[in-house]
């Protein structure tokens, strides 16, 4: 078995000291095997901004939980130009990571981030050819029996956020082509605050059998027609359960759990009554 929390848009700068309290108190309650952070830990890319998220990550750390994370368009500088085009990563990889594509491999489990951020667009994100051969590359070294999961900040597929569709990712063409021939299982990403569980294919048809999973912002005070929140993802034996755990006055509650069964070549939703095969 492993279980995954999944964070999202923590937005140091515009949070919440008691959001980010409670989380690092669940985190602690549910003993995952990872924390996946999937992209804006600050709101301005600010260097007191990103020493915030720091000692978030240091604390997680010292705690004994494993973290990895990915860089969202906040993280890169929207009105420091010089340094948005010529070192826009600089303090992230000071900060919170020098890698821009981690990769962990727990027992049955795979997870690779690649970063979707671009100094060129202010709010949306891109994969280049490079990002998609290295996804290719590194999911060909894991164990074919493995689920693979991969964790970007932009969402690969267009998705409903209440009456409002989020634009897919630029050269989304490319990252399904990454996803399918990879054998992707499972996509991880954020940037519309606002939590939600599709099955790839119900998206677009061609997509394959992916389970795409979004996580609302955990910490921001910045909310669109969701509370803030975050996901566990727990798998085990072919069966992945996806929980949000929502904000509700003082503290974080789970108010959604969905059951996905892997079979044939994709998942398939499990009834509450269902036993897996």
């Given at each position: 078995m492993a279980r995954l929390v999944h964070l999202s848009d923590l937005h140091f700068g515009a949070h919440d000291e008691r959001l980010?309290?409670?989380?690092?108190?669940?985190?602690d309650d549910l003993q995952p095997d990872l924390v996946v952070i999937s992209g804006d830990?600050?709101?301005?890319?600010?260097?007191?901004?990103?020493?915030?998220a720091c000692q978030f990550l240091e604390e997680l750390r010292e705690r004994g939980h494993e973290v990895l994370g990915v860089p969202g368009n906040h993280d890169v500088p929207l009105y420091d130009v010089l340094r948005r085009f010529l070192s826009p990563l600089a303090r992230y990889r000071r900060f919170i990571?020098?890698?821009?594509?981690p990769f962990i491999e727990l027992p049955g489990v795979a997870v690779l981030g690649i970063n979707t951020a671009?100094?060129?667009?202010?709010?949306?994100?891109r994969v280049s050819e490079e990002?998609?051969?290295?996804?290719?590359?590194?999911?060909?070294?894991?164990?074919?029996?493995?689920?693979?999961?991969?964790?970007?900040?932009?969402?690969?597929f267009a998705l409903p956020?209440?009456?409002?569709?989020?634009?897919?990712?630029?050269?989304?063409?490319?990252?399904?082509?990454?996803i399918e021939n990879a054998g992707v299982d499972?996509?991880?990403?954020?940037?519309?605050?606002?939590?939600?569980?599709?099955?790839?294919s119900d998206l677009v048809t061609r997509a394959g059998g992916a389970l795409v999973i979004q996580a609302g912002t955990a910490t921001s005070t910045r909310v669109r027609e969701q509370e803030q929140s975050f996901n566990t993802i727990d798998i085990v034996d072919g069966v992945a359960t996806v929980t949000v755990h929502a904000w509700r006055d003082d503290d974080f509650e789970p108010t959604d759990s969905q059951r996905y069964e892997w079979q044939e070549g994709g998942w398939r939703i499990l009834k509450a009554e269902e036993p897996a095969h």
């Amino acid at each position: 078995m492993a279980r995954l929390v999944h964070l999202s848009d923590l937005h140091f700068g515009a949070h919440d000291e008691r959001l980010v309290e409670a989380v690092a108190e669940h985190i602690d309650d549910l003993q995952p095997d990872l924390v996946v952070i999937s992209g804006d830990f600050t709101q301005r890319a600010r260097t007191e901004q990103f020493k915030e998220a720091c000692q978030f990550l240091e604390e997680l750390r010292e705690r004994g939980h494993e973290v990895l994370g990915v860089p969202g368009n906040h993280d890169v500088p929207l009105y420091d130009v010089l340094r948005r085009f010529l070192s826009p990563l600089a303090r992230y990889r000071r900060f919170i990571d020098e890698t821009l594509c981690p990769f962990i491999e727990l027992p049955g489990v795979a997870v690779l981030g690649i970063n979707t951020a671009r100094s060129l667009t202010f709010k949306d994100g891109r994969v280049s050819e490079e990002q998609v051969e290295f996804i290719r590359e590194t999911f060909a070294r894991t164990d074919p029996n493995i689920v693979r999961v991969l964790v970007t900040h932009h969402p690969l597929f267009a998705l409903p956020v209440g009456e409002q569709i989020e634009r897919a990712i630029g050269r989304q063409e490319l990252a399904l082509d990454a996803i399918e021939n990879a054998g992707v299982d499972i996509l991880l990403a954020g940037h519309a605050h606002h939590a939600s569980t599709h099955l790839a294919s119900d998206l677009v048809t061609r997509a394959g059998g992916a389970l795409v999973i979004q996580a609302g912002t955990a910490t921001s005070t910045r909310v669109r027609e969701q509370e803030q929140s975050f996901n566990t993802i727990d798998i085990v034996d072919g069966v992945a359960t996806v929980t949000v755990h929502a904000w509700r006055d003082d503290d974080f509650e789970p108010t959604d759990s969905q059951r996905y069964e892997w079979q044939e070549g994709g998942w398939r939703i499990l009834k509450a009554e269902e036993p897996a095969h």
